[in-house]
């Protein structure tokens, strides 16, 4: 199982999402059932740009080829940037909420998923400007 992306780098070409892109093609062979691939992706499609080394959509079609795919967007039945649940203020602002925290997982995952819930920004923000994205799988303990 993989986790956690969160990137920065100083060439903006290929920054955040750029360095998921640049990763998930670098360690193509990790990604095979089971994956998850959750945390801070600082990215969305409202942002897709060409000058950069992929963008939101390229990476989510690019895990879509490996059957692995937004759990979130598949349990609200959503598309991606049109999120109806912010995971991040910026400048810790309820006004300026974007959905940047994504859970991608395996389709073996997708029927397992008993709830999805995002943190309430009053609970959250005095900690971070994220809010932590929950998700519960049933689990199969037949050994």
Same mark, same amino acid.
């Given at each position: 199982? +993989? ?8 060439? &903006?070409? !290929?920054? &955040?999402? /750029? +360095? ?7 360690y193509a062979e990790m990604f ?6 959750? /945390? ?8 897709? %740009?060409? $000058? ?19 759990? &979130?967007? %598949?349990?609200?039945?959503? !598309?991606? /940037?049109? !999120?109806?649940?912010?995971?991040? &203020?910026?400048? %810790?602002?309820q006004q300026k909420p974007y ?14 998923? +008993?709830?999805?819930g995002i943190g309430k920004y $009053? ?21």
């Amino acid at each position: 199982m +993989q986790s956690g992306p969160w990137t920065a780098k100083r060439n &903006y070409k !290929e920054r &955040y999402v /750029g +360095q998921i892109w640049l990763a998930i093609h670098h360690y193509a062979e990790m990604f095979a059932e089971p994956s998850i691939l959750i /945390g801070d992706f600082n990215s969305n499609t409202i942002w897709d %740009r060409k $000058e950069r080394v992929g963008n939101h959509t390229d990476v989510v079609s690019k895990l879509a080829e490996t059957n692995i795919h937004s759990i &979130y967007h %598949r349990h609200f039945n959503c !598309e991606q /940037g049109k !999120e109806k649940h912010p995971t991040f &203020y910026l400048y %810790r602002s309820q006004q300026k909420p974007y959905h940047l925290d994504y859970c991608f997982a395996s389709t073996s995952f997708l029927d397992k998923v +008993q709830s999805i819930g995002i943190g309430k920004y $009053e609970s959250w923000i005095a900690h971070s400007d994220h809010s932590p994205v929950m998700i519960s799988f049933e689990v199969n303990n037949k050994y």
